[in-house]
C-alpha cells in the first residue's frame, strides 16, 4: 500500500474568502493508498480544503498539484461527495439520472449516455445499496437515501481518489456500517480523503488524521490521542504544533 | 366555433396565426422547462424585456424589428448570463437594471420615429393575427435549431440545470454551456414576441411548463407535455380571442393562467386526500 506516489501535494497554501483568512499555511501530502481523515471543528475550513484540492476555488498563496497536475485538470479522476449539494428537490430526475451526471465527463459529447454507463452506473446504485430506488424520483428520497445516491455517483467515474465530505451525516448506523466497509474494500485500489465527525470511524478505518482549525496538523492514527483531538477542536492550535509529520 | 374554422380554412392570416401558435409552443415547452427548473424566470424576464431595445433601434433606423430584437435577445443572454455566472451576489439588481434601460432605450427610439406607431402596442402585446407567411418560416427555422441543439446537448444541459458545482467537476464546460441555454431562451422569447408580445411573454413561457411540472416524472416528459399544454393554450386563446373579439395575446395568458391555478388547487386536493387516506 505504501507505494510512496504523491496524490495530493499542498504547499504552504494560504485561503481567504473575501479577505477572511480561513486556511493558513497549509502543507499536506496525501499518498497513493492512503486513507486519510479530516477533522476538526464546524467553520474551520475543512470542506474548503477539499475544494481547493478540485480546483473549484484557488488558493491565495503556495501550491496545489493533484495527481501531478493543476486541480483542474485532476479533476475527472477524483469522486467528490460534498457535504450540501445545492440541489432542488423538486427538480424532476431519476436516482438513476442523477448518478449517470458521474458519467458526463466520459460519455460522449453529443447524444444519450451508452450502454456502458447505464451499467456502471447500476454497479455503483448497488454498492451503496439503493439499487431498487433507480427509477424513483431523486427529490422523494430520504435525506439519508439521497447522500447514498451522491456516493454512487462518485463512484461511478472510477475515481483514483475519493474526497467524501461528511457522506455519513445522515445516514442509519447499518448502512454507515456497509459504507465504512465499502470504503475500506475501494481503499485497496482509490486514495480516501474524508471529513467526518465520527471519531470512532475515524480511530478503526483512517490510517492518517488531520486536524484543521485554519491551519492543519497531521498524524499517523496511532499517535492521535484524545488530547490531539482536544487540542484540535478548542486548544490553541499552535501548542500540537510540533506533533506534525509531514 | 364554426365560425373560427370557417375563417381558418377561408382566411391565410387565421391559418399563419395558428401555425405560429402550434410552432412557438414546441420551443416554449421545451425551453420553458429548462427556466422552470432551473429558476431563471428573473433572468428570462430580463432578455425579453431588454429586447424592446432592440426592436426600438431596428425600427428608428429602418430594419425589421424581429431583426433587432434577435441580435440584442442574444446579446442580452449572453451579458446576463455572464453576470449571473460571475457576480452572482448582485445577479437581481444587475439584470434589473438592464431590464430598466433596455426597456427604456427602446421607448426613446421610438419615440423619436418619425410618424404615429401603432407597432408600439403590438410589440408590447403582441399580435399574432398579424404574422406574415415569412414569420411562419422563422419560427419553423428556430423551432428546427432548438430542438437539434436540445437533443444534441441533453445530457449536458440536465446535469447544469441539475448540479452545477458537479457538472463542472466533470470537465464540462458549465459557462459555455450555460450561455448556450440562455441564447436559446432569448431565440424562444423572439419567437414568443411575435404571439404575445413582449410582456407577455414570460407567462407564456412559463406556465406550460409549471403546470407540466406537476405531472412529470422526467425533464423529458416535462418539454413534451409542456409543448402539447402550450399548443391548447395558444389555439383555444386564438378560438375565443376571435369568437368573442378580444386581444389575442392576452386572451392565451388569461387561460394559461387559469389552467395552471387550476392545476395547482388539484395537485394541493389531491396530495391532501392521499394524506388522509393514510391516516
Ligand atoms: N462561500 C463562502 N463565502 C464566505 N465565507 C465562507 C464561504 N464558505 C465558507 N466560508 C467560511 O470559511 C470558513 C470555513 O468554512 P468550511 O465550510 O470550510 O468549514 P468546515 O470545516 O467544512 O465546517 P463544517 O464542519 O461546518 O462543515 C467558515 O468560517 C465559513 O464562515
Ligand atoms: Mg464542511
Redesign the pocket.
Known amino acids: 500500500m505504501t507505494t510512496n506516489k504523491a496524490v495530493v501535494e499542498i504547499r504552504n497554501v494560504d485561503f481567504a ?2 479577505d ?1 483568512l ?1 486556511l493558513k499555511d497549509i502543507t499536506l501530502t496525501i499518498e497513493e493508498g492512503n486513507f486519510l481523515g479530516i477533522v ?1 471543528p ?7 480544503l477539499l475544494k481547493l484540492m478540485l480546483g473549484l476555488i484557488h488558493p491565495l498563496r503556495g501550491s496545489i498539484r493533484v495527481l501531478g497536475q493543476a486541480p483542474e485538470l485532476a479533476r475527472h479522476s477524483i469522486g467528490y461527495v460534498p ?1 450540501h449539494a445545492e440541489i432542488d428537490s423538486g427538480f424532476p430526475i431519476s436516482v438513476m439520472d442523477v448518478v449517470l451526471i458521474g458519467r458526463l465527463g466520459k460519455a460522449p459529447l453529443f447524444g444519450g449516455y451508452r450502454k456502458i454507463d447505464r451499467e456502471m452506473a447500476e454497479e455503483a446504485l448497488k454498492e451503496v445499496e439503493i439499487y431498487e430506488f433507480r427509477s424513483h424520483h431523486f427529490g422523494t428520497l430520504s435525506g439519508g437515501q439521497k447522500q447514498r445516491v451522491l456516493m454512487a455517483r462518485a463512484l461511478v467515474g472510477k475515481p483514483e481518489m475519493l474526497l467524501l465530505d ?1 457522506p455519513t451525516a445522515s445516514i442509519d448506523g447499518r448502512v454507515e456500517q456497509d459504507i465504512y466497509e465499502l470504503l475500506k474494500r475501494l481503499n485497496a485500489k482509490v486514495t480516501i480523503v474524508l471529513v467526518s465527525h465520527d471519531l470512532g470511524f475515524i480511530s478503526t478505518y483512517v490510517n492518517r488524521v488531520a486536524c ?1 482549525n485554519r491551519s492543519l496538523v497531521c498524524n499517523p492514527t496511532e499517535h492521535v490521542t484524545a488530547d490531539v483531538i482536544e487540542a484540535c477542536y478548542s486548544g490553541p492550535v499552535h501548542m500540537i504544533k510540533h506533533k506534525c509529520e509531514l | 366555433m364554426f365560425e373560427f374554422i370557417h375563417v381558418l380554412q377561408s382566411q391565410d392570416f387565421m391559418q399563419n396565426a395558428l401555425t405560429v401558435g402550434l410552432l412557438a409552443s414546441v420551443a416554449c415547452g421545451v425551453m420553458g422547462t429548462y427556466v422552470v427548473v432551473r429558476r431563471i424566470v428573473f433572468i428570462s424576464g430580463g432578455i425579453s424585456h431588454t429586447v424592446l431595445g432592440g426592436m426600438g433601434a431596428a425600427y428608428y433606423y429602418g430594419f425589421n424589428p424581429i431583426h433587432g430584437a434577435f441580435v440584442v435577445a442574444i446579446i442580452a443572454a449572453l451579458l446576463i448570463g455572464f453576470v449571473s455566472l460571475r457576480y452572482h451576489q448582485h445577479e437581481d439588481t444587475l439584470i434589473g437594471a438592464l431590464w430598466a434601460v433596455g426597456m427604456a432605450v427602446g421607448i426613446l427610439f421610438i419615440y423619436k420615429t418619425p410618424g404615429y406607431n401603432v407597432d408600439l402596442m403590438s410589440y408590447l402585446f403582441g399580435n399574432i393575427l398579424m404574422v406574415g407567411r415569412e414569420s411562419v418560416k422563422f419560427v419553423a427555422c428556430l423551432d428546427l435549431l432548438i430542438i437539434s441543439i436540445v437533443l444534441l446537448l441533453y445530457k449536458r444541459f440536465l446535469a447544469v440545470c441539475f448540479d452545477e458545482e458537479y457538472t463542472r467537476l466533470q470537465g464540462i464546460g458549465v459557462m459555455s454551456t450555460y450561455l448556450l441555454l440562455l441564447c436559446l431562451i432569448a431565440i424562444t422569447v423572439v419567437m414568443l414576441i411575435q404571439v404575445v408580445g413582449i410582456i407577455l411573454v414570460i407567462a407564456l413561457l412559463t406556465l406550460p411548463a409549471a403546470t407540466a411540472r406537476y405531472f412529470a416524472p422526467s425533464l423529458g416528459s416535462m418539454m413534451i407535455l409542456a409543448s402539447i399544454l402550450g399548443a391548447v393554450f395558444t389555439t383555444s386563446g386564438l378560438i375565443v380571442s376571435y369568437e368573442q373579439n378580444l386581444p389575442s395575446g392576452a386572451t392565451i395568458i388569461v387561460i394559461a393562467g387559469m389552467a395552471y391555478i387550476v392545476a395547482t388547487v388539484l395537485r394541493g386536493l389531491v396530495s391532501r386526500f392521499r394524506s388522509y387516506d393514510k391516516k
Open positions: 474568502y473575501n477572511v480561513v476538526g464546524n467553520g474551520s475550513g475543512k470542506t474548503t457535504q461528511e484543521v
